[in-house]
């Protein structure tokens, strides 16, 4: 049916949706599709008007939301790869009615882009992205594709392995390669003993990147050689501010950029900020649109980190929500609305998405020593299940204690917003001028145990919340840093061995080994002197922290930056707002056992937020 060049319509008496489709059914598999929302609404006071879209995938009847309610009247489908009939839910409702819903249902169908027995690959709406489809496997074994340029001798790329059914064929997205270059792919089916048959080879050549796309230049000081780790050849680097986010090789050279969710542009997306991998290609954005997404929440029409999405390689959503419908859902609980989403999200065991939100509330004159009263930036967890709706929440406001949360401790610089010299991250409206910017939480990760280590830059500190996997009490288990409630064994004998307005903290390992980016803001004021790379062990047991490591990285950047360990546990640091720096705003060094640099990037990104190394942009890595 698919409502092409008709309406399809269905709903209350006062309430009317009709859907109309860019493209009849069916079309071949990974064709992006322009669903066209409108309603007839003759409720008394009409109000504005906002559409949700959920999508049931071929033999299933479980419907996932893919957009939430807003405020723009078009979507565009493109995360469609399975064969098959899908069932396309539209859902409209009246932003002064909101228990009033009216909702169609349209099946649209996908075909293969198999024409025989033998394997294919096809362009997608990404010039650097492919689409390799293959005859089904049998049941109980597995595939995955090996890429490589035709007549590298580089080791081959690969994707991660999908299970075999027996029946459809296989579909595979397939990124990471250089514009205008030929490539070979081959198709490997894994028994369950761990035995590889190879598939026919066939070649593909990239299209080339759109010219109207800025993409930074990449440069390495230090070249890629037999001391780095050779499995993460691919580097992903992610803004914070309006820029496009791209991935390149150990060369320098392109092997992927955000085209937009607009195929292949997006003019109204005001900012796509990647902030984590997920494992099997996908990403989690935090992004904002000049139309269409908010407007009948409390803080009305905003376009700054309103949206958070999971899209694939092309720029396909695959699920998004934004903040006016996630305030909803808060306001409801009692709870207090979110200016933003900020910072981290992050993709859960059980498949739901923690997101990091910033919340303000107006405090009586007196805190944090002002003489009148005084807008307190602070920190929401969101929890949102599957189909990106709230199931659980955490607000700092509600966990103040003295020796814990103290809202009598000001942030340890005096960062405000809605001044000359703002902070970063400032929200889009205060509810009063100027505001401290308390805590500027920028990291959230969830722990083995259940519970959630945050980052607090503002506060020089990390604390660990008792989620308890959605069922902790949400209390402060512990702060740790300066002042915090950790002993210090300075190892490394240095004059100044804490972090401070530190970013991307993480636990690596079961040993409890900590690591982050250490801007250094409140050192560097004191006594000067670099941000580093930082290493410490935990011990929560005797509440004793152990710096290991810190790694010079021979420039102070103000702000962002991102610390991972590698596969061959090297440590890779990235830098993104560099003081002093013209043109150099990124930089990233791979660390080796012995300390030194055995790899480094350098980028002109403006404000290079986070940077990741990858196997491979068709697996990603793990969250």
């Given amino acids: 049916m698919g409502c ?24 071949p598999i990974e064709t992006p599709i322009t669903l066209t929302m409108s309603a007839t609404d003759t409720n008394v006071n009409p109000g504005i008007l906002n559409y949700k879209v959920e999508v049931s995938a071929p033999s299933s009847s479980t419907f996932r939301t893919v957009h939430d309610f807003a405020e723009g009247n078009t979507f565009i489908w493109g ?17 002064n009615y909101l228990t009033q819903t009216a909702d169609l249902v349209i099946p649209f169908t996908m075909k293969t882009r198999l024409t025989g027995s033998q394997p294919v690959v096809n362009s997608t709406s990404h010039p650097l992205v492919a689409l390799y489809s293959a005859p089904a496997c049998p049941s109980g074994e597995s595939m995955r594709v090996s890429f490589a340029a035709s007549g590298s001798a580089a080791q081959p790329y690969t994707t991660n392995y999908q299970s075999c059914s027996g029946k459809g064929a296989m579909n595979f997205l397939v990124a990471g390669m250089i514009a205008s270059t030929t490539y070979v792919f081959t198709g490997q089916v894994k028994t369950p003993s761990g035995s590889i048959t190879n598939l026919p080879a066939v070649n593909w050549t990239t299209g080339v ?26 580097l992903l680097i992610s803004d914070v501010v309006q820029a496009t986010p791209d991935a ?32 099997g290609g996908t990403v989690l954005v935090l992004t904002g649109y000049t139309g269409g997404y908010t407007g009948t929440g409390v803080y009305g029409n905003q376009v700054d980190h ?24 808060l306001i409801a609980l009692g709870a207090d609305p979110i200016s933003t989403f900020n910072h981290d999200a992050r993709r859960l065991a059980n498949g739901d998405t923690m997101v990091v939100a910033l919340v303000q509330k107006i405090f009586p004159a007196g805190t944090q020593g002002s003489t009148a009263p005084i807008d307190i930036l602070g920190t929401t967890l969101v929890e949102l299940d599957q189909n990106y709706q709230l199931v659980w929440y955490w607000e700092c406001f509600d966990h103040l204690t003295p020796d814990g949360l103290n809202i009598n401790r000001p942030a340890v610089l005096g960062e405000q917003c809605g001044t000359a010299d703002v902070s970063e991250g400032c929200p889009p409206v205060l509810l009063s001028t100027p505001a401290n910017d308390w805590l500027h939480t920028n990291t959230a990760q969830i722990e083995e145990d259940g519970s959630v280590l945050i980052s607090m830059r503002n506060q020089d500190w990390l604390a660990k919340i008792d989620f308890g996997n959605g069922f902790g009490s949400g209390n402060v288990l512990w702060t740790l840093g300066a002042e915090g409630e950790f002993a210090l064994v300075n190892t490394t004998n240095d004059p100044y061995p804490w972090f401070s307005h530190q970013h991307d903290s993480e636990i690596v390992d079961e040993q409890e080994t900590l690591i982050m980016f ?17 290493v410490m062990n935990l011990n929560e047991f005797t509440m004793v922290a152990t710096t290991l490591d810190l790694y010079d990285m021979g420039y102070y950047s103000v702000a962002q930056g991102s610390a991972q360990l590698l596969s061959n546990e090297d440590y890779f640091f990235m830098g993104g707002q560099i003081a002093g720096a013209k043109q150099q705003f990124q930089y990233g060094a791979e660390f080796g056992s012995a300390g030194s640099v055995v790899y480094s990037e350098q980028t002109t990104h403006s404000e290079g937020y986070r940077a990741w190394r990858v196997a491979n942009l068709s697996a990603m890595a793990p969250n």
């Fill in 209 to 234: 990147v759109n010219p109207s796309v800025v993409l930074a230049a990449v440069t390495n000081p230090v070249p890629f050689g037999t001391e780095a780790s050779q499995k993460e050849r691919i």
């Fill in 248 to 279: 390149v090789d150990t060369k320098g050279r392109v092997v992927w950029y955000y085209a937009g969710n607009g195929y292949p542009s997006a003019p109204g997306v005001a900012e796509a900020q990647i902030v984590r991998l997920i494992s």
């Fill in 4 to 27: 092409f060049g008709l309406s399809c319509s269905l709903g209350a008496q006062t309430l009317i949706v009709s859907v109309q489709t860019s493209l009849p059914s069916p079309q």
């Fill in 306 to 329: 309103q949206v958070v999405q999971e899209m694939d390689m092309t720029g396909a959503v695959v699920g998004e929500t934004n903040v006016d419908r996630v305030n909803e859902q």
């Fill in 79 to 95: 995360r469609n790869i399975v064969v098959g009939t899908y069932q396309i839910r539209v859902t409209a409702r009246d932003s």
């Fill in 518 to 534: 250490d801007n250094g803001n409140t050192r560097v004021v004191q006594n000067g002197g670099d941000s580093r790379g930082y």
